[in-house]
């Protein structure tokens, strides 16, 4: 988190050093934790924009010979925005909270299944660029997955997970009556993770991240999940988007919860989250 956000990236904006820096960390990353490259390489580059873009896509395949031919998505963006306008002198739009703080959470899951090999679904551990250019880096690797006739089965994308909301959920879904998600993720965390806010539906946050196109293009269920409910945090896209303003202990606490939903997930012979 802490690299990620750190000024050395400069905001992470596409096709800059900064953003390069970061996906050879995410590569390491993967490659330590026994996270193999889905392609013939980590990086898959983008064909729709005129910047160098690339995601970074790594799976840890299924041991079930029939489910290993589902896969489940797991993905947040690593892009942020780069340089502002200064603001005490500050000029770098580190993008702790977006995004950061979800590409942390997927660099986590992909070092627990990584490390147990634990799933007979195969899980594939995506992190996107070019969102803030407008959902480009999912779109593309969805084309993709839809040209290959991949067996998608469901994405989840974790997205702006560094602050905590004042609710009786602890995380939302966007889209959360389009599928059986929030039910299933409930049930098996035990605990009121994953809850309806109202202004998600009403700012139309489901077509805004990098969830939508697994659901326009392959149809299969799609959420983000998130925590800034618009009161909780006033850094979006600005210079004091820091690791300062983040909370470790929230963080740690969803994505503890969220392992045991993907584990799930992951195990049961029939898939349990439906449109």
Do not use: W
């Not at 960390?25 to 898959?44: A, L, N, Q, R, W």
């Not at 603001?87 to 070092?111: H, M, P, Q």
């Amino acid at each position: 988190m802490k690299f990620l956000a750190s000024d050395d990236l400069q905001g992470r904006d596409v096709g800059t050093e900064g953003i390069a820096k970061a996906a050879s960390y995410i590569e390491k990353c993967f490659k330590k934790h026994g996270v193999k490259p889905y392609f013939t390489s980590y990086k898959d580059t983008l064909g729709n924009l005129k910047e160098l873009a690339y995601n970074i896509v790594g799976v840890v395949p299924g041991t079930d010979e029939k489910l290993k031919e589902e896969y489940i998505v797991i993905g947040a963006h690593y892009d942020h925005i780069g340089f502002q306008d200064a603001k005490n002198g500050d000029e770098i739009a580190n993008g702790a909270n977006d995004n950061a703080s979800g590409t942390t959470a997927v660099l986590e899951f992909a070092k627990y299944f990584g490390k147990h090999k634990s799933n007979k679904r195969s899980l594939l551990f995506v992190l996107f660029s070019a969102e803030e250019k407008g959902l480009l880096g999912s779109e593309h690797l969805a084309e993709k997955f839809k040209d290959e006739n991949l067996n998608v089965v469901a994405m989840l994308n974790f997205e702006m997970i560094g602050v905590p909301m004042k609710k009786d959920y602890i995380t939302y879904l966007t889209g959360y009556d389009m599928s059986n998600a929030a039910t299933v993720i409930n049930e098996e965390a035990g605990t009121n993770l994953a809850g309806f806010l109202p202004e998600a539906e009403k700012y139309g946050l489901f077509k805004r991240s990098d969830n939508f196109y697994f659901y326009s293009l392959l149809n299969v269920p799609a959420h983000t999940i998130c925590t800034f409910d618009f009161t909780n945090y006033e850094y979006y896209h600005d210079v004091a988007d820091e690791v300062s303003e983040m909370d470790f202990g929230h963080m740690t606490n969803v994505i503890n919860a969220f392992i045991p939903v993907l584990d799930k997930l992951a195990n049961t012979k029939e898939f349990l989250i439906k449109l």
